[in-house]
């Protein structure tokens, strides 16, 4: 089947403008996750959605940055006001429910953001 | 808290050599997940293998193999007889919980060199 997609593949911007990451899950997938890959900070998790609870932000580096999931399946990370620090790759990635918890996580190809 | 360390940050092999990439982790959860995904040039994470506390057999898929050891907190990664394919950056990661966030190593940058 389809595996996890995300859109825009890369994404240029000045900075100070506000920015939205698109992200599909693999159909049926609860939990969702959002992470960034920078050549000085390496792969961090950002944000994580299961199901209908609240949403776990706690890798979430500032205010600036907000993400939501729509009807449990398609989600919008926003970044606003952008820096040149959020120079990027943006993935996402998700998972299904198995016995004992949830599966592993599987990837987007990443949308690459660079904030000029 | 949680904390995953790939000490090499680069190896460059010939072709059909083995090579093993070290894995240390650190957490105080007692139940946990260990991974390992490859990330090829192209940049898409692709899932290897996922491991849980409570199984220390070592695996063996095709001409990769994983050796976890709870005694030194360690989940290394074989590749046998290497190929040029096989060039990418392997990243170690760890969950405290199944389908919690992932802890990610620094990765290995694998050069397999014909």
């Known amino acids: 089947g389809a595996g996890v997609s995300q859109s825009p593949s890369n994404k240029v911007t000045e900075k100070g403008k506000d920015v939205e990451l698109r992200c599909d899950p693999i159909?049926?997938?609860?939990?969702l996750y959002w992470y960034r890959q920078s050549l000085g900070q390496g792969l961090e998790f950002l944000i994580y959605?299961?199901?209908?609870?609240?949403?776990?932000k706690s890798g979430l580096p500032s205010d600036r940055f907000s993400a939501e999931r729509t009807g449990g399946s398609v989600s919008t990370l926003t970044i606003q006001r952008t820096q040149q620090e959020d120079s990027a790759v943006y993935l996402c990635?998700?998972?299904?429910?198995?016995?004992?918890?949830?599966?592993?996580?599987?990837f987007g190809p990443g949308t690459r953001l660079l904030v000029l | 808290a949680q904390k995953v360390t790939q000490a090499q940050t680069e190896i460059s092999v010939v072709e059909k050599e083995d090579v093993t990439l070290d894995c240390v982790y650190e957490?105080?959860?007692?139940?946990?997940?260990l991974f390992w995904y490859k990330q090829p040039p192209s940049g898409e994470l692709v899932f290897l293998i996922r491991?849980?506390?409570?199984?220390?057999q070592n695996e063996i898929s095709g001409r990769y193999s994983w050796n976890f050891q709870k005694s030194t907190s360690s989940f290394n990664f074989t590749i046998t007889a290497s190929q040029v394919v096989d060039s990418a950056v392997y990243f170690c990661?760890?969950?405290?919980?199944?389908?919690?966030?992932?802890?990610f190593g620094g990765g290995t940058r694998l050069m397999v060199k014909p």
């Open positions: 159909s049926g997938h609860t939990a």
């Open positions: 959605f299961q199901g209908n609870s609240a949403p776990d």
């Open positions: 990635a998700s998972s299904s429910v198995v016995s004992g918890g949830l599966g592993t996580q599987y």
């Open positions: 990661a760890l969950s405290g919980r199944a389908g919690n966030m992932l802890t």
């Open positions: 957490t105080r959860d007692t139940t946990y997940y």
């Open positions: 491991r849980n506390s409570f199984d220390e």
